[in-house]
């Protein structure tokens, strides 16, 4: 079975510092992986995603996240926050690949920034 | 990026009556759509998955006779959730997938007093 852990529930950092929220995970097999962002009481956008491509994936908003297979993670990072970027943060796995519907969501991280 | 609107965006409902979400996807056609629902400060948790012209899949412990869900067009699917009570009180999204990337609504956030 596919899960997800996401190992902070908060991080907060001050604005134009470096973010890094954490994420692992554990799959059978080649997982998809992705990170969602949701503002408060609003719907998910997605941020980036891993399809076996190359590992390290770039996204919006000066996002990107490594796949490291031999850690299991999928980490999220951005070198220099901007107060815009405070909301909740999702890793997501796809249950059964890119042929799946069913997304399987981490806990969830709160990403507050300091101005 | 393809659109997926969902209505209302609140509701405020006495308990014991009904409450109808919508669901459409505003430029494809989604033969599958998914309901989630979210508790404060928690994760989405799937609650079932919508197939149009078949009965939905309802994940484990998801109460089907109370949460009716009708995917009646390739562009809109409904959750219904019947004789409400305060414990369902939730902010429910749903979101529908084109091209291996999922498109979420907005939500919808029930209050039942």
């Known amino acids: 079975a596919q899960s997800v852990t996401q190992l902070d529930s908060h991080v907060s950092v001050s604005e134009g510092t470096p973010v890094l929220l954490r994420c692992n995970y554990s799959?059978?097999?080649?997982?998809?992986l992705f990170w969602y962002v949701q503002h408060p009481n609003k719907g998910l956008q997605l941020l980036l995603k891993y399809t076996s491509a190359a590992t390290l994936v770039k996204g919006i908003n000066g996002f990107e996240a490594e796949f490291k297979k031999s850690e299991t993670s999928f980490h999220l990072t951005k070198p220099s926050a901007h107060m815009s970027d405070a909301a909740e943060y999702f890793c997501v796995v796809s249950d059964g690949g890119l042929s799946s519907y069913k997304l399987i969501f981490g806990s969830g991280t709160r990403l507050l920034v300091r101005p | 990026g393809a659109v997926v609107s969902q209505h209302p965006s609140r509701v405020i409902c006495k308990s014991g009556t009904s409450v109808k979400i919508e669901c459409r996807s505003l430029?494809?056609?989604?033969?599958?759509m998914f309901w989630y629902r979210q508790f404060p400060k928690q994760s989405l948790m799937l609650m079932a998955t919508s197939n149009e012209g078949s009965k939905a899949t309802y994940e484990q412990g998801v109460e089907k006779d109370k949460f009716l869900i009708n995917h009646a067009s390739l562009t809109l699917s409904t959750l219904t959730v019947t004789s409400a009570h305060p414990e369902d009180s939730s902010f429910y999204i749903c979101s529908a997938k084109l091209n291996s990337e999922a498109f979420f609504g907005q939500g919808t956030r029930l209050t039942v007093v």
């Open positions: 430029d494809f056609q989604a033969t599958t």
């Open positions: 799959s059978s097999y080649s997982p998809s």
